[in-house]
C-alpha cells in the first residue's frame, strides 16, 4: 500500500534560520497536501500541490512537488517562534489522505 | 460554519468499558474521515465515509472499532470494549470533495485505564 516517508523527524532550528522537510512515497501521488500541527493542536491544512514540478509560496514558506509527483518538499526561511510545530505531507493516490510521521520543529529564540 | 466539532474533548475510562466518540463534520461535506494519533504510530486513517457510505475501513484495529455515520451531519466511532493500547487522540475530518482539503476537528484525548 501506499506509504509517505517524511524527514527529518525532528528539527531544531535557530530563530532567522532556513530549514527544510522532505517528503517521499513509494506510489505515484495524485497529490500532496502540507500541514501544520501545533502542540495540543489538530493538523490545520497549508496547501495543495496537484501538478508535476509544482512550486507554491505562502510568505517565508516554499513547497515544492516532485517531476515524478513521488516526492515533495516545504522550505521555511528566516524561522520564526510561530513556526513551532509539526508539519505534516499527506499524499492521496486513490480517495485516501494518508499522513507521514511529521517533521517536529522546535526554534530557539 | 463552526468547523468539525468533536465530543468528548477528553475521556477517561476504564478497560472494559464501551466508549463512544461523536464527530459532527461541515454541512456540505461528502467525505468524513476518523484518525487515530499517537507518538509510535502518528497519524493513522481508521476508515472514511462518501456520503454517508462506509468507504475503507482497513485501518480500524480490530473488531473492537466500529464506527457508523447515520446521517450527513453525524459520526460515531465505537470502542467496545475499550483497552489501555487505545489510549490516543482521535480525530474526526471532513472535505468537500475527494483530494481537497481535510478540516480537522479538535480532536478527543482517550485515556484508557
Known amino acids: 500500500g501506499q506509504q509517505v516517508m517524511q524527514i527529518p523527524q525532528y528539527q531544531h532550528v535557530q530563530e532567522g534560520e532556513d530549514f527544510t522537510t522532505y517528503c517521499n512515497s513509494s506510489?505515484?501521488?495524485?497529490?500532496i497536501q502540507w500541514y501544520k500541527q501545533r502542540p495540543g493542536g489538530h493538523p490545520v491544512f497549508l496547501i495543495q500541490?496537484?501538478?508535476?514540478?509544482e512550486v507554491k509560496k505562502q510568505k517565508r514558506l516554499t513547497f515544492q512537488f516532485g517531476e515524478a509527483k513521488k516526492n515533495s518538499s516545504l522550505h521555511i526561511t528566516a524561522t520564526q517562534t510561530t513556526d513551532v510545530g509539526t508539519y505534516f505531507c499527506?499524499?492521496?493516490?486513490?480517495?485516501?489522505?494518508?499522513f507521514g510521521a511529521g517533521t517536529t520543529v522546535t526554534v530557539r529564540a | 460554519d463552526a468547523g468539525v466539532i468533536q465530543s468528548p474533548r477528553h475521556e477517561v475510562t476504564e478497560m472494559g468499558q464501551e466508549v463512544t466518540l461523536r464527530c459532527k463534520p461541515i454541512?456540505?461535506?461528502?467525505?468524513l474521515f476518523w484518525y487515530r494519533q499517537t507518538m509510535m504510530r502518528g497519524l493513522e486513517l481508521l476508515i472514511y465515509?462518501?456520503?454517508?457510505?462506509?468507504?475503507?475501513d482497513s485501518g480500524m484495529p480490530e473488531d473492537r472499532f466500529s464506527a457508523k455515520m447515520p446521517n450527513a451531519s453525524f459520526s460515531t466511532l465505537k470502542i467496545q470494549p475499550s483497552e489501555p493500547r487505545d489510549s490516543a487522540v482521535y480525530f474526526c475530518?471532513?472535505?468537500?470533495?475527494?483530494?481537497?482539503?481535510?478540516?480537522f476537528g479538535q480532536g478527543t484525548r482517550l485515556t484508557v485505564v
Open positions: 475530518a471532513s472535505s468537500l470533495l475527494a483530494r481537497t482539503e481535510a478540516f
Open positions: 506510489t505515484t501521488l495524485s497529490n
Open positions: 500541490l496537484v501538478k508535476s514540478g
Open positions: 499527506a499524499g492521496t493516490n486513490d480517495y485516501k489522505l494518508s
Open positions: 454541512s456540505g461535506h461528502d467525505y
Open positions: 465515509f462518501n456520503n454517508n457510505v462506509p468507504i475503507d
